[in-house]
């Protein structure tokens, strides 16, 4: 149980703006929230994360609405290299409290970006 | 440029057969993850390590599998005896696993051990 909802997959135009939805209305208040990314046969990519406030890096847009039910990822100019399987993930604390960091994947969305 | 390392890339092998995963976590990392990946199942959490110590190992058949860290430098994953079923892609990644879920944790991962098992 990821405990996020993901779409299966979703399309963009190169060098159009991609933005990626994840629900996670079950989130509490103190726990994270993660993407990362997993490009064909390589093993997944940290890209960002985020508690309250709106994020940026150097690869993305984390945009976390202010009820922390559901969160977008933006990737603002797609290239052909940002296809990828998108994973948006709590990191869920054990029955103690504590979590070390496990992550629980879903089944991601499966970006294609098009020429 | 620190990276996770596995070994072997690729292994094909016959039911039965032992199999060896091997990782070096990032340098300074504390906490070891093991995945599998399956076009069915998706990524699975197996196993994963704290200071060397397994802290859950719940994801993965107790029956076949063994995951230990005989020393900060190297964590290993085996399979024996292995079956068609295990074939996979094995994930290995590190962190500096933090305790607490409020806190930033990034996890590393290496490029993954492809087990076929015939």
């Known amino acids: 149980d990821a405990k996020t909802t993901q779409p299966p997959s979703m399309d963009c135009a190169e060098g159009r703006a991609a933005n990626l939805p994840c629900n996670h209305s079950?989130?509490?208040?103190?726990?994270?929230v993660y993407w990362y990314r997993q490009i064909h046969s390589q093993g997944p990519q940290y890209i960002i994360h985020?508690?309250?406030n709106n994020e940026t890096n150097e690869m993305a847009s984390l945009i976390i609405t202010e009820d922390r039910k559901s969160s977008t990822l933006i990737l603002p100019h797609a290239t052909l290299r940002d296809t990828a399987v998108y994973y948006c993930?709590?990191?869920?604390?054990?029955?103690?409290?504590?979590?070390?960091?496990?992550?629980?994947f879903g089944q991601g969305t499966i970006l294609t970006v098009h020429p | 440029d620190a990276r996770v390392t596995q070994t072997p890339r690729d292994k094909v092998t016959e039911m039965g057969q032992e199999v060896t995963m091997r990782c070096q976590p990032i340098?300074?990392?504390?906490?070891v993850f093991w995945y599998r990946q399956t076009m069915m199942q998706g990524l699975e959490l197996l196993a994963y390590?704290?200071?060397?110590?397994?802290?859950?190992d719940s994801g993965m058949p107790k029956d076949r599998f063994s995951a230990e860290m005989p020393d900060a430098t190297l964590a290993t994953l085996k399979i024996q005896p292995s079956e068609p079923r295990d074939s996979a892609v094995y994930f290995c990644?590190?962190?500096?696993?933090?305790?607490?879920?409020?806190?930033?944790?990034?996890?590393?991962f290496g490029p993954g051990t492809r087990l076929t098992v015939l």
């Open positions: 390590f704290r200071n060397r110590a397994p802290l859950d």
């Open positions: 340098l300074g990392h504390n906490t």
């Open positions: 079950t989130i509490s208040g103190n726990e994270y």
């Open positions: 993930l709590r990191i869920i604390p054990n029955a103690g409290g504590t979590s070390y960091g496990k992550l629980t």
């Open positions: 990644a590190s962190g500096l696993g933090s305790t607490s879920a409020s806190s930033y944790n990034e996890q590393f």
């Open positions: 985020g508690l309250k």
